[in-house]
C-alpha cells in the first residue's frame, strides 16, 4: 500500500533543505545494490531526524538499528560538542558499508559502531540517552522501548519507525507477524503514561515518544 502521496512527497523534498552529499551517496548506493533497499530512511524523513537532533542538541544518541548509517548520520548532525551516537547492527555486511561511510564523515569520530544483537548489547551501554531512534526487527520493538525507556532522560524522546507497516496496521485484520508485532508495541506505547506521544505519516509512519 501507498501511504504517502508521491507528488506531495516529491514537492516536500524540493522545498527542504537538502542532505550531505555523502548521504546522496549512500541513497544512490543502496537502491542500486541493496535488496532490501525501502528500509533507508531517505531524504525527507532524513532531513527530519536533522532537524529534531538539531533542535534537542543531544549528548547522547541510541540508535537500534545502522543498516547503511544514512539515519546515523542525519542524527550525528545535531550532536552537542562532547556527544556521541552509539548505533547497532546485526548484520556484519551492512555494518561495515556503515563503518566505511562513518569514516569519511566529518562526525565520524563521535559515532560508536555495536555489532551483534541488540538485546545482549543494550544492557552493556550505560548512558543517559536524550533521543533514541528504534528501526530494527519488528517483533523486537517492545523489549527494545522497554529496555531503554528506564534510561532516557525526562523530556528524552523515543522515535520509532514503520509504525504503520506498509499499512498493514490498518487492515480490519492485522495479520503478519511483523504486522502484529508493531501493532502491538502502538498499543502498548498508546496505553503507557509514563509519555507523550504522536504518530505522524512520515513515509512508513513515526512515532515520537517523550518521557514525561
Known amino acids: 500500500m501507498e501511504l504517502v502521496d508521491l507528488k506531495a512527497q516529491a514537492y516536500a523534498e524540493h522545498y527542504s533543505s537538502k542532505l550531505d552529499p555523502l548521504l ?25 531526524l536533522e532537524m529534531m537532533s538539531r533542535l534537542l542538541c543531544p549528548r547522547r544518541i541510541l540508535e537500534v538499528g545502522t543498516f547503511m548509517g544514512y539515519s546515523a548520520l542525519c542524527l550525528a548532525a545535531g550532536l552537542a560538542e562532547d556527544g556521541q551516537l552509539h548505533t547497532i547492527e546485526l548484520r ?19 559515532i560508536i559502531l555495536h555489532r551483534g544483537n541488540a538485546l ?14 528504534i528501526d530494527a526487527d519488528k517483533p523486537g520493538y517492545i523489549d527494545y522501548y522497554q529496555m531503554v525507556l528506564p534510561r532516557l532522560r525526562s523530556g528524552g524522546l523515543i522515535i520509532a519507525d514503520n509504525v504503520l507497516f506498509h499499512g498493514q496496521v490498518l487492515e480490519a485484520e492485522v495479520t503478519g507477524k511483523s504486522a502484529k508485532a508493531i501493532q502491538a508495541f502502538n498499543e502498548m506505547v498508546a496505553a503507557d503514561d509514563r509519555v507523550e506521544r504522536v504518530m505522524l505519516t512520515v513515509r512508513d509512519g513515526l512515532f515520537f515518544i517523550r518521557k514525561k
Open 24 to 48: 546522496e551517496e549512500i541513497a544512490a548506493y543502496t537502491a542500486a545494490n541493496h535488496p532490501e533497499a525501502h528500509m533507508l530512511s531517505g531524504p525527507l524523513q532524513g532531513k527530519l
Open 120 to 133: 545482549a548489547i543494550l544492557p552493556a551501554l550505560e548512558e543517559v540517552w536524550d533521543i533514541v531512534f
Open 92 to 110: 556484519d555486511e551492512d555494518a561495515d558499508r556503515a563503518a566505511g561511510y562513518f569514516r569519511r564523515s566529518n562526525r565520524g569520530d563521535r
